[in-house]
């Protein structure tokens, strides 16, 4: 990614606009307080910073948008950003365009089509900034963190005091935030992160928390299994009092279970329902019911896609290997002499040796045209790839929210059971 124009525009459409040199070193001069200390200012706020830093005098009081171009792998990006609103200091609205050869659109046809997050991502995916994720750790107190394009831009730019400064090394790193920042992004630029950790962390997470609930139901186990006779009793004696099992005395601990057991296979689904005399709490306990069923079939549902998300993720993985696996095997081509054999006037040469051949080799190009249209595959698979991490998150917060209000009807309802069974066992003694 190079910067090749810095634009800038006032409200009546006049623009100033400087160029640079891709691949090379450019010198700014110019007199002192002439804006040169601005350009770096322009840059950070057009690649997304909310707010820009630039001293009140000429240049906030006359420009009305902020622009660059830049230069990508397989084309050029134009951002605009207009200049924050009177007595604002920050803006979150941006423009951005992709194209082979953009040419500088005049102030008229500049308009908001982005937001500065928004830009950042789009941008960062074009560089190959892929999705991530760092964890500083629980000790740090600081909270996982992605790695943006506002943090690279951190790793590239350093004004004049920066420079000069024996401490600093970063853009900005003198501020507690980004310090904090540049240290937990610096491995994922370095290299030390894996691509696809993102995946695995949620992965690992969701482990922990099945870890963990499983753990909770072993405790419920092992304390269930030290009163399992008292509550075995106590079922059996409520079962024989509503008339579920014939009368009788069972004291082994098999008996019992599977006396019950048979119990509630016997009965069908509207005979377990529990006879409820109050007409209110009837129709409440059918609504809750009713809800209880819903719940089920939303939980079912979320799970599935789940289930399906990680599923696409796995066979777009492997899709993705399978094109690199390829691509890496033709790049070879690219230490030929691409004109080699591709023009006939010029005479058929060996792709290989270069020595004169009667008539050209057609292979070279074919090959050639088939690693273009693997390369293709890759950047459009790289740039539709959805953001698999916010995803799964999302539906756990789904499921989770879901769980929680069917447990919560679900304890309602055994209430309501209770309260009803409660109530014939006092009648049945008074009788």
Known sequence: MQLLSVILYNVRGEIRR????????????????????????????CLGRKSIQVPEGPITDTVAWYATLWQLPGGQAFIARPAPAAGKASSQQAMLEFSTDLP?????????????????????????????????????????????????????????????SPTTVFHRQGERA?????????????????????????????????????????????????????????LHSEARAVGLIPPGEVTDRASLVRVLHSARVAQAPEQRRPVIDDAQQQDRYLALERRAIHLRADLKRIMADRELLLTQTTEESDYEDALQLHTGRLATL????????????????????????????????????????????????AEVRPSQRSALIALDGQASSVRDELSSVEAALTSLATAALCVRLRWDTRG
């Open 18 to 45: 400087i160029d640079f040199r891709p691949g090379r070193l450019n010198v700014v001069t110019g007199e002192s307080r002439t804006g040169k200390g601005a350009l770096l200012t322009i840059v950070d706020y």
């Open 104 to 164: 500088i659109p005049a102030l008229t046809d500049l308009r908001i089509n982005t937001d500065a997050a928004t830009l950042r991502t789009q941008i960062g995916r074009r560089i190959g900034i892929e999705e991530n994720l760092t964890d500083p750790g629980p000790r740090t107190g600081r909270a996982p963190l992605e790695a943006n394009l506002a943090h690279a831009v951190l790793m590239c730019l350093q004004n004049q005091n920066e420079i000069s």
């Open 334 to 381: 690219d230490l030929l002499d691409p004109a080699s054999g591709s023009d006939p006037s010029a005479g058929a040469s060996c792709p290989a040796c270069g020595q004169a051949t009667p008539h050209a080799d057609p292979v070279p190009d074919a090959l050639r045209a088939g690693l273009t249209r693997l390369r293709d595959q890759l950047d459009s698979l």
């Open 178 to 234: 980004v310090a904090d920042a540049l240290r937990d992004t610096l491995p994922y630029f370095l290299g030390a992160v894996p691509p696809d950790q993102a995946l695995k962390r949620a992965q690992l997470r969701n482990a922990k928390h099945a870890q963990q609930r499983s753990d909770a139901a072993l405790r419920a186990a092992e304390l269930a299994a030290q009163t399992i006779d008292v509550d075995l009793r106590a």
